[in-house]
């Protein structure tokens, strides 16, 4: 790629994205919304990992202008991939995030959900739903100054995002060598610029999306997740403020308290900030831990295995992280050789895929035109 030309780069992702259309759905009435909220539901409603689909429809309709309680700005999206003939092949939720009183210069784009269907993976369109919504962002935050919600610290540099910070930010499983989806999310964001806010330093929990009534018979169950970012322009920064980490926190609940009282989510808040006061006694930043990109720095994995994470950070939590840390084989889940051997066997596994130049093209061939034996997995 460096001995490219940079229209060469240009007219290659012209090629690649022709075949598909991105556009935002603003309405629960759109005639894409159906289809794209049943993909998110699918891929992420059985484990309560994403809102129900009332809430989704009243975020659409929502005024984007009007600040919530905290004075928090938030710009739900729901963007769609679609090909030449109307076929939904991917889905990308999330928000745009802002309160000047938490960090003036900051613009969060929190990123929550992303689901592409098997045929469309791999492709370049995956790449453009993560960054889509950034565009979506500065013409928000244009808006907002606009009509003099906030101030903009450049409001006439579009071009570097008005002066502004903008920090992408998701969610996401730790890894677990028995789930694929696991280790394949975490190398995607790897090689998209994104690091992980230190579990030690940010004991995040993600609140409970499941329906009310579960939830009322069973008691909330909050998720531990891992909070990944790409700060843009600073992805060469091995440390955070823990202003800004405490910043992200608190805009990331206050998305979660559009359809959550503020009492259930107090205690899973209230741990990641007592963790951050907790650290700010001795350092004054967190550490941001890079993510692996492929087999030859899988080693970045270490501090993000689930069983490890669980066991130093999360223990007692909830019934989830007992039941894992109750493991029947947990003798052996906590055993470094056996991690050792299972980043070993995805090394090994990762090194003998084949390399393709375009991967949506002819999937079923390497570049040396060799037929491909898996090539879902490509």
Not at 133 to 159: F, N, S, T, W
Request: overall charge negative; glycine content about 6%.
């Amino acid at each position: 790629m460096k001995d490219l030309y940079h229209q060469d780069v240009v007219e290659m992702i012209e090629r690649e994205t022709r075949a598909f259309e991105m556009r935002e759905i603003l309405e629960p009435g759109d005639p894409d919304f159906p289809a794209a909220y049943k993909m998110l539901w699918d891929a992420f409603g059985a484990d309560g990992e994403i809102e129900q689909r009332d809430d989704i429809e009243r975020f659409l309709r929502e005024d984007a202008f009007e600040p919530t309680p905290n004075g928090t700005y938030i710009r739900f999206f729901l963007i769609v991939g679609r090909d030449k003939e109307g076929n939904i092949l991917g889905v990308r939720d999330g928000s745009i995030l802002i309160n000047p009183s938490y960090d003036a210069d900051l613009c969060v784009v929190y990123l929550a959900h992303l689901y592409m269907i098997p045929r469309a993976r791999g492709t370049v369109l995956s790449y453009e739903l993560r960054i889509a919504p950034v565009e979506i962002a500065i013409d928000y935050l244009r808006q907002l100054h606009l009509r003099g919600c906030i101030k903009l610290p450049a409001p006439e540099q579009p071009g570097r995002n008005f002066g502004m910070n903008i920090t992408l930010a998701a969610e996401m499983e730790y890894y677990w060598p028995s789930d694929p989806v696991s280790w394949q999310r975490i190398l995607f964001y790897g090689r998209g610029g994104f690091d992980v806010l230190n579990p030690a330093h940010v004991p995040y929990l993600q609140p409970d999306f499941r329906e009310r009534t579960g939830v009322r018979v069973t008691g909330a169950k909050p998720i531990p997740l891992m909070i990944l970012v790409r700060r843009m322009g600073r992805e060469r920064q091995a440390t955070m403020p823990i202003e800004e980490a405490s910043a992200i926190t608190r805009l990331l609940y206050d998305d979660f308290a559009c359809h959550w009282k503020p009492e259930e989510l107090e205690s899973s808040l209230q741990r990641v900030l007592n963790g951050l006061e907790a650290r700010a006694r001795r350092k004054d930043f967190v550490e941001l831990l890079p993510l692996p990109t492929g087999a030859k720095d899988l080693n970045r994995i270490r501090p993000l295995y689930r069983f490890s994470v669980y066991q130093k950070v999360y223990k007692g939590i909830s019934e989830a992280v007992d039941e894992l840390l109750q493991h029947p084989d947990r003798q052996l889940l906590r055993n470094p050789a056996y991690l050792d051997y299972e980043l070993r066997k995805l090394a090994a596994y990762l090194e003998s895929r084949p390399r393709y130049i375009y991967p949506s093209r002819d999937k079923g061939f390497t570049w040396e035109g060799n037929p491909d034996p898996s090539p879902e997995e490509g």
